[in-house]
């Protein structure tokens, strides 16, 4: 087998190159968008104190050397989230970023550990603003790389046309044949052994050891994502308050929250939500989301208190975080994640070893 070469010799750039060209419009464009709406770009730090509070996410960590010699873990952010709405609660109202976030465990043709975040947040209006936002950015990003139609491994989506709105409870009873509110209480405690006989009956596997969280995502990976976003985006939205840690619960079911995800050709580009600015409740499901990250995986993050009392003076707002190299590939056509990055991240496993430094 031939070596593959580097990604900065020359034959490879110039293969890479029109897809980093479209980058450079889609991001011009996106960002023509935000300032004629009246939004103030932000450069939010990337070393934090906490990098974020979900189970499955893995942050890269190092140490902070004070003047004294002492030192501090710190974290590289897996969202510039905290940050952003510490600013809204020092009285910024409309923000966006392109933020460069580190996501570790993560490698694929849609994953790289260092990647670029655009999130937007809007204070005081509502996360269907955001679904319309995504809506325009979606057919702005294919216009600026010149190309009618978003396509990934032989799918195509249409950016031009309205998105499909899909709730989960939907799409799990479309898909699935699974009824899943009604294995949610009011208050929005899960029953595990509802949604196992559901699978099962779905003709899905189900393990001993599986949560209902487990149980919920395997039927979308499996059974939702793979047809969303066929023809036209989709908008999936609803979640279940378990599946939805910082969002704000929905006021016209109390078993979901106000969490939008925005799929084009079975690729999720978008995450969204109705914010949660209740700092009791935040605390109550971070400590979940980091006891379901020991028992999974032997380790835990800090809770970033100043984020938590941040929010006591947070406004209502809304807010979005969209993969903004994924949506380059899709509107460029490129087909891994590599393609659309000037100066990809060494991966160890493609380097031969390295001969031993003399002493």
Known sequence: ?????????????ADRRPFLMARGRIQAAL?????????????????????????????????????????????????????????????????????????????????????????????GETYEQ??????????????????????????ECDPFADPERLSVAEAFARYAGIDLLATVSPAGETDREALSRALQAA??????????????????????EPRLGFGRATILYGYPVSEA??????????????????YACGVELANAFGELTDPAEQRRRFLIEMAEKQRIYGETYPIDE?????????????????GFDRLVMLASGARRIEEVLWAPVADPADRPDQPELAH
């Open 31 to 123: 960002r023509g968008f935000f300032a004629r709406q009246g939004f103030v770009e932000v450069d939010p730090a990337a070393l934090q104190i906490s990098p974020g509070n979900e189970a499955h996410l893995h942050a890269f960590s190092t140490r902070a050397i004070g003047p004294d010699g002492q030192g501090h873990p710190m974290h590289f952010h897996t969202s510039p989230e905290f940050a952003c709405k510490k600013l809204l609660a020092a009285g910024e109202t409309k923000i966006s970023c392109f933020a460069h976030v580190w996501r570790n465990r993560e490698r694929g043709p849609l994953h790289h550990p260092e990647f670029t975040m655009l999130e937007w947040y809007r204070v």
């Open 1 to 13: 087998m031939a070596a593959i070469s580097p990604w900065w010799s020359r034959d490879r750039h």
């Open 245 to 262: 840690a910082l969002a704000r619960r929905s006021a016209d079911d109390p078993r979901t929250a106000e969490r939008f995800e925005l």
């Open 203 to 224: 003709g899905l596997r189900v393990a001993p050891d599986d949560l209902w969280a487990d149980l919920f995502s395997r039927v979308l990976v499996e059974r939702i």
């Open 130 to 155: 955001l679904m319309a936002d995504c809506a325009r950015l979606l057919a702005l990003a294919a216009e600026a790389a010149g190309n009618k139609m978003l396509r990934w491994r032989g799918a």
């Open 306 to 322: 100043d984020f938590l009392k941040a929010l006591e003076r947070m406004p209502e707002a809304s807010g979005a975080a969209l």
